[in-house]
C-alpha cells in the first residue's frame, strides 16, 4: 500500500469516528432534554398552587355536567373553574407532549398514573360538556388521549404479570 490509500483509509476511519461520537452526543442530549422537561413538568406538578388546585377538582361532588354548572358556576370569576381549568390544562400539557413522542410513557406511567387516572374520572363530565357546551369536541382532546394510553399500559403491564 502506498501512503495516498493509507492516508485515504485513515481520513475515512476518522469521519466513521466522528459520525459515532456525534451520534452519541445527541443522543445524550435528547435524553437531557427530557430529563429537563419531566423535571419542570414534576416541579409544577409539586407546587402549591396546583396541588390546591387539583386536590380542589377531586374534592367536587356532582353528578352531571348541569350539576356542576348549578353548583360551581363556569365563569373564569369563579375560583373552583380556575382550578378545574388548571388540572385540565396540566395533564392536557401531558398528552400533547407524549402524543408528540417527547417523553416515554413508562415514564409519564411512573410519575402520574393513577393521578391521570382518577382525574380524568373526575372531570370526564367536565369535559364533555364543555364540548358540547361550547360546540368544541378537541376540547382536553389530548387529556382523553393521555387517559387512554395510560389504560393501554395498564391492560399491557397487566398481561405481562
Do not use: C
Amino acid at each position: 500500500m502506498d501512503i495516498p490509500s493509507i492516508s485515504a483509509i485513515v481520513a475515512a476511519i476518522g469521519v466513521i469516528v466522528g459520525v459515532a461520537l456525534t451520534v452519541l452526543q445527541l443522543r445524550d442530549l435528547v435524553r437531557t432534554r427530557q430529563t429537563d422537561l419531566v423535571m419542570r413538568l414534576y416541579s409544577a406538578y409539586g407546587s402549591k398552587e396546583f396541588q390546591e388546585s387539583w386536590v380542589e377538582t377531586l374534592r367536587l361532588e356532582f353528578s352531571d355536567y348541569k350539576d356542576y354548572l348549578k353548583k360551581y358556576g363556569a365563569t373564569s370569576e369563579k375560583p373552583v373553574y380556575v382550578s378545574v381549568n388548571m388540572v385540565a390544562s396540566f395533564f392536557e400539557g401531558i398528552g400533547i407532549i407524549l402524543r408528540r413522542k417527547l417523553i416515554d410513557i413508562a415514564l409519564v406511567d411512573d410519575l402520574f398514573s393513577s393521578d391521570i387516572i382518577i382525574t380524568w374520572h373526575k372531570m370526564k363530565p367536565i369535559v364533555e360538556g364543555w364540548r358540547k357546551h361550547f360546540n368544541r369536541p378537541q376540547i382536553s382532546e389530548w387529556f382523553e388521549y393521555l387517559y387512554n394510553e395510560m389504560k393501554k399500559r395498564e391492560q399491557q403491564l397487566a398481561k405481562i404479570h
